[in-house]
Nanobody
Framework: QVQLVESGGGLVQAGGSLMLSCAHS????????MGWFRQAPGKEREFVAA????????YYTDSVKGRFTIFRDNAKNIVSLQMNSLEPEDTAVYYC????????????????????WGQGTQVTVSS
């Protein structure tokens, strides 16, 4: 069984930065592609960023490109999301997720393919 615990959320002014972290435990972290998703009030959960098992492949949704950076430390079993130039539209609960995939370079953007989810961390960006 895999457990994922997010941290780092909070309240920030527009233009500010936050870094979210997701600690993975239970099984070999490097066996999983990882992703970040978010869900704003009254909206569907949406994909934000994904990183392959090896960390060599990364993908972002268009709205965060150039502002967010996903990275992982397989020695520490952590995946992080550095968020810069935050906008009020980034306000949401952010979730990390783990997908058991075969190929080292595969990124997963479809939430249906993820096997494990964290509880989420709230990010609020004030204008």
């Amino acid at each position: 069984q895999v457990q994922l615990v997010e941290s780092g959320g909070g309240l920030v002014q527009a233009g500010g930065s936050l870094m979210l972290s997701c600690a993975h435990s239970g099984r070999t972290f490097s066996s999983y592609a990882m992703g970040w998703f978010r869900q704003a009030p009254g909206k569907e959960r949406e994909f934000v960023a994904a990183i392959s098992k090896s960390g060599s492949s990364i993908y972002y949704t268009d709205s965060v490109k150039g502002r967010f950076t996903i990275f992982r430390d397989n020695a520490k079993n952590i995946v992080s999301l550095q968020m810069n130039s935050l906008e009020p539209e980034d306000t949401a609960v952010y979730y990390c997720a783990a997908a058991a995939v075969l190929y080292n370079n595969r990124v997963v953007t479809d939430d249906d393919e993820y096997d494990y989810w964290g509880q989420g961390t709230q990010v609020t960006v004030s204008s």
